[in-house]
């Protein structure tokens, strides 16, 4: 299974231990391939630097992290898919370009679109009941 983590859930994952951290974990485990491309990891990096006061450092060890279970794909960044919020366009076509079967999101501009080209959107708890199926 492929799957594109959001920023949101990306930082969630990275700072706390809920739902979202195990689905990174789940990643790291080889239960399924995560797919980012560098506009995710620049926003994961300003949000890190920005929001949570992380040093550049502390910011680059998490993006080191993150990128060591990603398989990384480059995006034009013209896809227009989100109307409400076109910052999340990066998510869609992340997921396009890499293949994803999955987008794990808990932005409500993504969720509301319930799934875009065939790629379902879903929470973290819906990728975690998935994922359960699927290797169950």
Known sequence: MRVVLDTNILVSALLWRGTPHRCLLAVQAGLADLILSPPILAELRTVLLAKFRHTPAEADEAIRTIQA?????????????????????????????????????GDRHLLVLGST??????TAREFLD?????SG
């Open 69 to 105: 279970t990603a398989e990384l794909v480059e995006i034009s960044g013209g896809l227009r898919a989100v109307p409400d919020d076109p910052d999340d366009d990066k998510f869609i076509e992340t997921a396009q370009t890499g293949r994803a079967d999955i987008i794990v999101s």
């Open 130 to 134: 998935r994922l359960g199926g699927a």
């Open 117 to 122: 080209a065939s790629v379902p959107v879903l």
